[in-house]
Nanobody, 124 residues
Framework: QVQLVESGGGLVQAGGSLRLSCAAS????????MGWFRQAPGEERKFVTG????????YGGDSVKGRFTISRDNAKNTVYLQMNSLKPEDTAVYYC?????????????????WGQGTQVTVSS
């Protein structure tokens, strides 16, 4: 069983930055794609961005391009989400997830394991 533990969430003013981390258990981290999703109150969980084994990055839409950056450190079994120029509409619980395979897709059903989530609140 793979365990994913997110950290780094919190309260930040609009325009500020946060970096989320997700530490994974197990010895096969480098073999799987990783993704970040977010879920705002009353909404479905949505794909934010993902990174494949070869480093290719996929985004869920234009709203975070140029502001959010995903990266991974296979030596540390950790994936990061650097969030800059945060907006109130970025407020959500952020989840990291490990894919079934080595390519990051936008589809939620292609992710096998999930973290517990970390709250990000952006005040205006």
């Amino acid at each position: 069983q793979v365990q994913l533990v997110e950290s780094g969430g919190g309260l930040v003013q609009a325009g500020g930055s946060l970096r989320l981390s997700c530490a994974a258990s197990g010895r096969t981290f480098s073999s799987y794609a990783m993704g970040w999703f977010r879920q705002a109150p009353g909404e479905e969980r949505k794909f934010v961005t993902g990174i494949s084994v070869n480093g290719f990055v996929t985004y869920g839409g234009d709203s975070v391009k140029g502001r959010f950056t995903i990266s991974r450190d296979n030596a540390k079994n950790t994936v990061y989400l650097q969030m800059n120029s945060l907006k109130p509409e970025d407020t959500a619980v952020y989840y990291c997830a490990r894919a079934w395979g080595n390519i990051a897709t936008t589809r939620i059903d292609t992710y096998a394991f999930w973290g517990q989530g970390t709250q990000v609140t952006v005040s205006s």
